[in-house]
């Protein structure tokens, strides 16, 4: 044995002088462990439960006060979401608006308080909240009215959240089912015809023709899950529904909450006065628990069932084709090597033509790379998220994770891209190596930014709340030249030192290629050879996007396996508005400016 060499019988302990690292690394590992022992479980970012109590047991372990937030207001019909306070409805003076990451502000989120405010475990029946007037001889007035009957006309959808959790519309459906969907309509609308739209038809009562029904008072319930063999009198939300009324109060002092409908002609021009009001009440359920209070919304998924069909008519699909693509390689390679085992090698045929031309260095070599290298950083920043989303780090409750890991990895991942890109073009023996990374850097993503500027202007123009903020554009070029581009730079220095190795060398000169039919051409090949791939994506998408959970108003990668360790079906049910047509409110522009910033 060598001198380097460790025999059995030597002391274990006389090592630990001289192995300072392990002895650091064993002592963190002891305090780590006996700070675990000591400790209480432990929550993900977002994920930690907030504890109610009622008034009188108020402690700082607990909290009786309820808070309603607000979120932007969408439509199935429109393209354009709008704010809460873009429309003439309650507001908060005090306007507290969590702080929203860049997840939240791309996808068009605008979380902001309500007056909505109710007290744990207290009921209240028809409370008012406020009382908004309207006089058809004020122009200001009748454009907050017009554009209010405009909303109902599309069916703007409110979408309000409680305990992070969003406010839920059951209705029962033919069958005996309930039909569940994360917002509630402003109101309803009867054509000049007689015709019921959306909301109308459930209403027998809303039956009069040009005339507008609103919704202006909410029956909510709020079911709670005690911990009793826990924690004494201290209680977790577990669901928040509500049902939308329409009641034309009449006297604010002394509000009944029945009576006929909140009617709004289609030709009113008197005064008219809306008063706002809402019932709350709460219920214990003892089965739910807070780990699986998003199951509740599910109740109305049993139509997604039909997507198994397109699930298993693409994997049928990409079955088949993987299977007909080795038949034919199989049985080419097979024909060839019977013909070279028989002695026949006296002429090159079969793929052994093209052996010395395989790896010529393509005419747009420069383009091909950068794809690559692009290609790369968009799949590895995908690989990742989606790990991380099927491991329940990206939980729904933290409200644009999704979106922000994204684009945090992607920014992360420049290094990649510049490496693969720089090695690819360094092996077609290119030599402009500065222009191949500036392209890296800046082709693909300046497509992309040139394309989100151009429809922010348009939707800025319009005052959607989908519009990203100036300031968050300049945040996302600080992110792009700030991080992104070093890392490029980065990763293409260490590529052009490097590229790859062919198994086979290349002929000094091409070989030349006969005139080739029209059905051989690239054209022809790339549609042909593309149908059943789109197909199997086109049926996949259709059904996805026609009946997702939610009523289609979720994004289609929360309907993958983003499923939440903790909260089962959590991806299910966050709202993240999806655009359905190209409808616009063009004909009454919003009252008031939406400005948009990031906290």
Known sequence: MSTRGFCLGTNP?????????????LGLGLILGLQTASSTAFYLPGLSPVNYCDVNGETNYCQSSIELYVNRLDSVESVLPYEYNTFDFCHDFKKKSPSENLGQVLFGERITSSPYEFSFNKTETCVKVCMKSYDAAKEDQKKKLD????????????????????VVWCRDINGGNKYCTTGFPIGCFVTQSGVSSDACIMHPEFNKNNTYYLFNHVDITITYHSENEVDWHVSKLVSARLEPKSYNHVDENHLTCNG??????????????IIYTYSVKFEENKQIRWGSRWDYILESMSHTSI?????????????FLTGMVAMIILRTLHKDIIRYNQGDIQKDYGWKLVHGDVFRPPRHGMLLSILLGQGT?????TFITLFLACLGFLSPANRGALMTCSVVLWVLMGASAG?????????????????NFLLTALLCPGVVFVDIFIMNLILWIEGSSSAISFGTLIGILALWFGISVPLT????????????DYPVSTNQIPRQIPHQAFTRRPLFSSIVGGVLPFGCIFIQLFFILNNPPGGGKGNPLQYSCLENLMDRGAWWA?????????????THAPITNIEMHVK
Do not use: C
């Not at 069909?309 to 079955?319: C, K, M, R």
């Not at 950083?377 to 920043?381: C, E, F, K, R, S």
């Not at 730079?489 to 790859?500: C, D, E, H, N």
């Open 13 to 25: 302990w006389s090592l630990w002088p001289t192995l300072p690292g392990l002895r650091g690394l």
């Open 147 to 166: 554009f209010l009957k405009k909303g109902m006309q599309l069916n703007y959808q409110h979408h309000w959240i409680i305990d992070n959790m969003p």
């Open 260 to 273: 006929t409908p909140m009617e709004v002609p289609g030709d009113y021009t008197d005064k008219l006065n």
């Open 307 to 319: 997507q198994w069909f397109s699930i298993l008519n693409s994997f049928v699909v990409v079955l």
């Open 377 to 381: 950083q968009v799949l590895i920043m």
């Open 419 to 435: 490496y693969v890109s720089a090695k690819v073009y360094r092996s077609f023996r290119g030599l402009k190596w500065k222009t």
């Open 489 to 500: 730079f980065l990763g293409a220095y260490v590529g052009s030192f490097q590229k790859f």
């Open 574 to 586: 966050t709202v993240h508005g999806v655009t359905k047509s190209w409808t616009q409110l063009s």
